[in-house]
T-cell receptor, first 118, second 113 residues
Framework: EAGVAQSPRYKIIEKRQSVAFWCNPISGHATLYWYQQILGQGPKLLIQFQNNGVVDDSQLPKDRFSAERLKGVDSTLKIQPAKLEDSAVYLC????????????????FGPGTRLTVL | AQTVTQSQPEMSVQEAETVTLSCTYDTSESDYYLFWYKQPPSRQMILVIRQEAYKQQNATENRFSVNFQKAAKSFSLKISDSQLGDAAMYFCAYLDSNYQLIWGAGTKLIIKP
């Protein structure tokens, strides 16, 4: 079974530029998550999708960040314009939830995209 | 609100020895999931082990096992026969009723050859 795919793996941009990240979840996974992880900290949830609807985007800085999950499969996360403090690893995860069966709650992560804003 | 606490910022262990990483949590729920994830320098988050709160039996995955004490709200990870490849950040996490993970601050595990 293929895992969660993310691209690009690395991105370096100047502040005020825009950037987009792509995520393809595990096939059949209804729920998709985007996290921001700053070095030395745990992941911070940015947005949670269930199929193509937003469940929670309360921690997404909506003045500069946007995300979409068209057709309930792939997702893109965009930052425009980027700031220095956006330098972080952006992790995408997916799970079967809310399907029945407790094992469906497990989140599986992609390799992440490491963003450096200069 | 649920919270997860990892009190050890860093741990070190000699290769082939056993190490235990601590995690405590706070919740008012009776049924929940707990996880340990490993994050090597590559920064990919890898699932190590999962425990369902309604199961009294401690989860085990090869060299990794947990000591789950529900009444004490404790969920420690034991790594036996430590290997160089085990060096990583280890995160304890609680899955809430919205299918969101509540994360601990992480423990950096160093393996001494």
């Amino acid at each position: 079974e293929a895992g969660v795919a993310q691209s690009p793996r690395y991105k370096i941009i100047e502040k005020r530029q825009s950037v987009a990240f792509w995520c393809n979840p595990i096939s059949g996974h209804a729920t998709l998550y985007w996290y921001q992880q700053i070095l030395g900290q745990g992941p911070k949830l940015l947005i949670q999708f269930q199929n193509n609807g937003v469940v929670d985007d309360s921690q997404l800085p909506k003045d500069r960040f946007s995300a979409e999950r068209l057709k309930g499969v792939d997702s893109t996360l965009k930052i425009q314009p980027a700031k220095l403090e956006d330098s972080a690893v952006y992790l995408c995860a997916s799970s079967l939830a809310p399907s029945s069966g407790r094992a469906a709650d497990t989140q599986y992560f992609g390799p992440g995209t490491r963003l450096t804003v200069l | 609100a649920q919270t997860v606490t990892q009190s050890q910022p860093e741990m070190s262990v000699q290769e082939a020895e056993t190490v235990t990483l601590s995690c405590t949590y706070d919740t008012s729920e009776s049924d929940y999931y707990l996880f340990w994830y490993k994050q090597p320098p590559s920064r990919q988050m890898i699932l190590v082990i999962r425990q369902e709160a309604y199961k009294q039996q401690n989860a085990t995955e090869n060299r990794f096992s947990v000591n789950f004490q529900k009444a004490a709200k404790s969920f420690s990870l034991k790594i036996s026969d430590s290997q160089l490849g085990d060096a990583a950040m280890y995160f304890c996490a609680y899955l809430d009723s919205n299918y969101q993970l509540i994360w601990g601050a992480g423990t950096k595990l160093i393996i001494k050859p």
